[in-house]
């Protein structure tokens, strides 16, 4: 049988200092991990969450994001009757030309963002099936008005209902709200396509074209006949797929925290090494005695390895309790891809919770695996001489 | 081998190495004790004693020789084999109790018995037996630093006989206390070989011990010196002689 559980549980509560003190730098190190890691997964849900699942984003050949992409009316036109296209309850294709813009929006203390306006049609609403009004109503044609993202509603000046947002040539009135169940459409302005064709002039043509796939369609079937028809001659892809290589950035984003939650992490490392050295010092006749009295070297190195987890575990239930707050917490980030500045919510979720707790683990067998070793390999005798 | 003895030490040398220098702690010692008797082994600092009684717990290996306990030969024993042997067959107490502080008098009592099949409920039996005998049965629940000397090496020897063992050790079990807690502890030692015959090895400097045991070793610089008879007190005589 092993060395009893609170004989470790309790020498840890007897060195108060040097435990809170190791426990402390743990927890800051587990609290960071999971405030990158729900940044991280907030950032790459607002992206993969802004696709549905049965759309469709068409694009000009070779383009990689809607900024580098230009679609002309006759390419539209040979496209919206397609068979694969779902058609609504009057009768019309599913197909939401767009033309996204990026313009400069002042925050309440006078900072600037590149936000994303995108012009499209009322037909919108329909393809993008997650877009919902959530206040107010939808613009009407002709006339600047705006729906405005729930996520830039307060962040950035003017974005009410009812007020009066300036950008490009012309004043914008917001008449709606809308949610997009947490995707980057909430950090955008909706308007309608040609008032922001002609606000900057920039002459009949989409940026690209959302569709709804309709029941049984063959997508694949549907990308060739876009992608080969002479007429048409542009790149289509599923939401999904497109969103996914846009999460990139949150990838990235997320390859950065894992260094720089491993670089502290290994100072953790030390800190539980430290304590844990400390330990078996400290304890080196209570080692010899457990030995003496018939404990196996396994049992002493099992026991003081547990200990070394148990700490460690603890501090990463701290410090992810030090972080809990974080989460919904909503904030913006600037998008390389997109150039444009997303909002999104810090989400913590299950996973990260259980990848935190086994990071703290982790960190806790590293840390005590060197002083667990040194005290199974102690001779009896001379760990009973330092009675 | 034989069975009759309960320590059966033939030849054996220890040699410990420090630096460039060995130290000859024990030089060809050969020693017998027979089952359920209470020796001594005595001797200057520095003549072997302690390493000769860590040969006989198990917890020091000999250079040479054979060293036999309760008709089990010891000497080539792995390390672990070792450990689970100490367990079944060793009650140790030291000079300074060796209590775990973090845990209470039960508890330090008890360690031992985790090494054993026995269930929770028959641990806790045998843990306020072993209390009760050493006459700590109201002070289970204190912790070492609760504990006077002599109650604290009471919580000791409970440990050390708790598990029934074949043999038990006592490296200078009245070093660290007065002079009424080392009579009362080397009473104790003395009920627990006569009543419950249980073979007892005790190394000690206190001259009182003689009084006490039945057999005195006697050690120099390594070198079994002189085996005498104990000066058994009157009391212990009469009762020795009842058995």
């Known amino acids: ?26 927890a800051l190190v587990v609290a960071v991990f999971v405030i990158v890691m729900a940044m991280v997964a907030g950032l790459g849900s607002a992206i993969s969450d802004t696709g549905v699942p049965d759309n469709m984003i068409v694009l000009r050949k070779g383009a990689t994001t809607e900024t580098y992409s230009s679609i002309q009316l006759d390419q539209f036109d040979a496209m919206k009757f397609l068979p694969q296209i779902k058609r609504d309850t009057a009768g019309a294709p599913m197909i939401s030309p767009e033309l996204p813009v990026q313009v400069l929006m002042e925050r309440p203390g006078g900072a600037q963002d590149n936000i994303v306006v995108r012009g499209v049609l009322p037909i919108a609403l329909e393809v993008h099936d997650n877009v919902h009004l959530i206040a107010g109503r939808m613009f009407r044609p002709a006339l600047n008005e705006v729906i405005v993202g729930k996520g830039l509603v307060g962040r950035y000046s003017n974005t009410h209902i009812g007020d009066t947002m300036h950008f490009g040539r012309g004043a914008w009135k917001v008449v709606g709200i809308f949610d997009a169940k947490g995707g980057s459409f909430e950090s955008e302005v909706w308007a309608d396509i040609h008032n922001v064709q002609d606000d900057t002039q920039r002459g009949a043509y989409y940026a690209d074209v959302r569709l709804k796939l309709a029941p049984g369609a063959d997508s694949d079937a549907l990308v060739h006949r876009i992608a080969d028809d002479p007429r048409i001659n542009l790149q289509a892809e599923t939401e999904a797929e497109y969103y996914k290589q846009q999460s990139v950035v949150a990838n990235q984003m997320r390859v950065l925290g894992m260094i720089v939650a491993i670089i502290m992490g290994i100072g953790a490392i030390f800190a539980a090494m430290n304590t844990m050295y400390a330990a078996v010092s400290a304890r080196t006749s209570e080692i010899g005695t457990l030995r003496a009295l018939g404990f196996s070297p396994g049992a002493v190195l099992g026991s003081f390895l547990i200990e070394s987890l148990i700490l460690a575990v603890a501090a990463g239930i701290i410090g992810i309790i ?26 913590v979720t299950f996973a990260i919770v259980v990848e935190a707790l086994i990071f703290a683990a982790v960190m806790g067998l590293f840390g005590g695996w060197l002083p667990a070793r040194q005290a199974m390999r102690l001779h009896v005798v001379e760990a009973l001489r330092r009675s | 081998m034989d069975e009759k003895y309960a320590v059966d030490i033939e030849h054996v040398v220890r040699i410990y190495k420090r630096d460039e220098f060995e130290v000859r702690a024990l030089d060809d010692v050969t020693i017998r004790v027979p089952q359920a008797r209470f020796v001594a082994i005595m001797g200057p600092s520095g003549s072997g004693k302690t390493t000769l009684l860590n040969l006989i717990a198990g917890i020091d290996h000999a250079t040479s020789g054979k060293v036999s306990v309760g008709g089990e030969e010891i000497t080539g024993m792995k390390e672990r084999d070792l450990a689970a042997w100490r367990a079944r067959h060793i009650g140790l107490v030291f000079q300074f109790y060796n209590l775990i502080p973090v845990l209470t008098a039960f508890e330090n009592v008890e360690l031992p018995l985790l090494l054993t099949p026995l269930t929770k409920t028959e641990r806790r039996e045998h843990v306020e037996t072993a209390l009760r005998i050493v006459g700590l049965a109201d002070r289970m629940d204190h912790y070492p630093r609760q504990l006077s000397g002599g109650q604290e090496q009471r919580v000791a020897i409970a440990r050390a006989l708790v598990t029934d063992p074949t043999i038990v050790v006592a490296d200078e079990p009245t070093g660290d206390l007065d002079a009424k807690s080392a009579e009362e502890i080397l009473n104790l030692l003395t009920e627990l070989n006569r009543q419950f015959r249980r073979t007892v090895v005790m190394v000690t400097h206190d001259p009182r011990a003689e009084r006490f045991v039945d057999t005195v070793y006697r050690l120099d610089k390594g070198v079994l010196v002189g085996v005498e008879a104990g000066k058994i007190a009157p009391a212990h005589a009469a009762a020795a002689t009842a058995q």
């Not at chain 1, 909503?330 to 997109?338: E, I, K, V, Y």
């Open chain 1, 1 to 26: 049988m092993a060395i009893p559980l609170k004989y470790n549980v309790r020498s840890l509560l007897v060195r108060r200092v040097s435990t809170s003190m190791t426990a402390g730098g743990i």
């Open chain 1, 322 to 347: 030090i972080a809990m707050p974080i989460n919904g917490f909503s904030t913006t980030f600037g998008n390389f891809l997109t150039f444009s500045t997303m909002a999104f919510n810090f989400r």
